[in-house]
């Protein structure tokens, strides 16, 4: 899988994952746990427009400042929230080369980002 496949992948399992959370959450009625949906359902929404846009890792310089900082937003809880396989000593291994992949397209978007910060002082 190259670079590009595997941003579209994580934004995907990402993309899951906070359609699993609202699911989940949505079936209380206590007030966190309706905010926990609503605040889950706005992250899946936006995000399931976004995806559309991103064809690879260059294509993320053509989205504007706050879609840009969205995905990396959305990425970053993504790593936070990376579970590495321990089972056996392959799963083991290739998660950890999935989550160091993921912190360097997360390390080239945060350098691209206050890049251009830079460039517009």
């Known amino acids: 899988m190259n670079d590009d496949e595997f941003l579209i992948s994580c934004l995907k399992k990402y993309l899951a994952s906070v359609k699993d959370e609202y699911d989940y959450a949505k079936q209380f009625t206590d007030t966190d ?3 926990i949906a609503e605040d889950n359902i706005e992250i899946y929404d936006i995000l ?3 995806i559309d846009d991103i064809s690879g890792i260059e294509s993320l310089n053509d989205l504007d400042d706050d879609d840009y900082g969205f995905i990396f937003e959305c990425l970053q809880s993504y790593a936070e929230a990376f579970i590495i396989d ?3 000593e392959e799963s083991k291994k290739a998660s950890e ?3 160091k ?3 360097g397209i997360l390390e080239e978007m945060s350098a691209d980002f206050y890049y251009d910060e830079d ?3």
């Open 86 to 88: 321990g089972r056996d």
């Open 48 to 50: 399931k427009v976004l």
């Open 97 to 99: 080369e999935e989550y």
């Open 101 to 103: 992949r993921l912190n």
């Open 33 to 35: 746990s309706m905010e």
């Open 119 to 121: 460039e517009d002082e």
